[in-house]
């Protein structure tokens, strides 16, 4: 194995956090060499990592942090050599470092002779499992979705006029109530917007239009995300609407019987998008080179979630071989342009034999 070198803060760096489970807010240090896991920080934060398993602990004290501060160094230069000092504290000249590393201390450390080698594949393939502690992380969340959905279709139920923005504070209210985390974006699209990718949504709902809620709230203690979406209509669906939901349906439920470690992400997206052009609607696979799609199946199956919302393996036309463990959100969708559309996803985590379902919420278009 590498020597790992890691340098960043543990709330926006999936890959630090999973290495070291705490929240700190200011960059510090991790370096992996031959088996031990060493971490260089702030005075402030090592009451916290002490009590993390399986780390020694040092501080920038300890790394002459006080010179560093009588040469009136600036704040950047002196965290460059605190990095450069913990590499040869640790002992290592040679080091793997992920996607995300920064490009002044890389410089400065090579201009010092410490090899680096970005690595990003090495970093995804240490998050694809989940540990315990993160799919506790990744269950919280899902049930903060599935109680925000909840308050959602109550709602709508409740008729009357009812606005995207309305239904969004219901579901930021859920995530607050739950400890949760909310994203900057909680999509809840209506009519045509549903047929624009990632747009939140706006103004009125009005009945025998496609509602598109997708959420993807964050556990505040372990920093994992779930990612679940539901389509909804008030009163009667339009046919056109029950075909595209019976067909989401369809697609997933194909999915589900041929997911399981060893098939790769590429083959579940061939799989998915069958009901599609069997009704007749353009999918990845289907359209011209070069084209692009604005309707049909227009996007990726899904994704890996974890620590990001987005991340390995993908579900889509490149796909790796998905693992055990892998955390999975499964969302096939179709759209028209001018009318909208419909996307349905949960989430699965891939086993030996198949998946656990770690979404369990109905389906229905009725709220």
Known sequence: ????????????????????????????????????????????ELPRLVELADLEVFSYDELGLDELIKQKLGPHERERELVLRACRHAGVEDVATPASFPLETADHLRANGIELHPDGKLFDLRRRTKSDVELEGVRRAQCGCELALDAIRARLREGGRVTSEELRAEALRV?????????????????????????????PIEPGEPVVVDLFPRDAETGCYADMTRT????????????????????????????????????????????FEAAGYPTQLSKEEGQVLDEGYFHSLGHGVGLEVHEQP?????????????????????????????????LVRVTAEGCERLTDYPYDLSP
């Open 175 to 203: 995530f607050t109530e739950e400890g949760l985390i909310a994203p900057d974006l909680v999509i809840v699209s209506h009519g045509p917007q549903t047929a624009i990718g990632h747009e939140p949504g706006y103004g």
């Open 1 to 44: 194995m590498p020597n790992v070198l890691i340098y960043a803060d543990s709330i926006r760096s999936p890959e630090l956090r999973h290495e070291v489970p705490f929240a700190a807010p200011d960059a510090f240090v991790y370096v992996e060499r031959n088996g031990s896991r060493r971490v260089y920080a702030s005075s402030i």
């Open 314 to 346: 993908s579900l889509g036309r490149v796909g790796e071989e998905l693992m055990e463990g892998d955390v999975l959100a499964i969302e096939p969708g179709v759209y028209k342009k001018g009318f909208g559309g419909c996307r349905l996803e949960d």
């Open 232 to 275: 909804f209509c008030i009163g009667e669906p339009p046919e056109q609407l029950v075909e595209q939901h019976a067909l989401c349906l369809e697609s997933l439920e194909r999915v589900y019987g041929a997911v399981r470690a060893g098939v790769p992400g590429s083959e579940l997206h061939r799989i998915s998008c069958e009901p």
